[in-house]
């Protein structure tokens, strides 16, 4: 049996080094999306746990609401992983789309920390809360100076 758990435990380590190498250089943005992605999650757990969940009827906890939320958070790696690989076709070397996505999403976590600290009764400084929004301004500012929308008239219009 463990040496069942060991081919496992090789083969989970091979396939996570695999992904992390799709991301190219860890960055310290990639690092608080993680932190903040794990913050959120337990956070939500903690409000549900106190029975204060709005997203059960009872508002405790729910295994099915906790496994939509892992599934989110992995689908944000997904989009970030995306965003990576479309740097790395661009190949000017540099990591704008995964910055501008991962700021993106750190923003998103952070007003769902604050959602849940809020549902807790936990007071916030304002300050968290323009800091979050002013991530949120410039991802959506990097995105848009990068990548010219699709309502954005071509050349010459």
Request: glycine letters at 10%; charged letters at 15%.
């Amino acid at each position: 049996m463990e040496k069942h758990f060991d081919t496992i435990l090789k083969w989970l380590a091979a396939a996570a080094g695999a992904v992390l190498g799709f991301f190219g250089e860890w960055s310290a943005v990639l690092t608080i999306l993680v932190i903040c992605n794990a913050v959120d999650y337990l956070s939500g757990y903690l409000v549900a746990w106190a029975g204060k969940s709005p997203k059960t009827e009872s508002g405790g906890v729910s295994s099915k609401v906790g496994f939509v939320g892992l599934a989110k958070k992995a689908f944000i790696w997904l989009v970030v992983l995306l965003a990576t690989l479309l740097d790395k076709a661009v190949g000017n070397g540099t990591a704008i789309f995964q910055t501008a996505a991962a700021l993106f999403y750190i923003a998103n976590e952070g007003v769902s920390i604050l959602e849940n600290a809020a549902l807790m009764g936990i007071p916030l400084p304002g300050f968290i809360r323009q800091a979050l929004d002013a991530i949120a301004a410039q991802s959506e500012k990097t995105v848009h100076g990068a990548i010219p929308s699709h309502n954005d008239p071509p050349d010459g219009e």
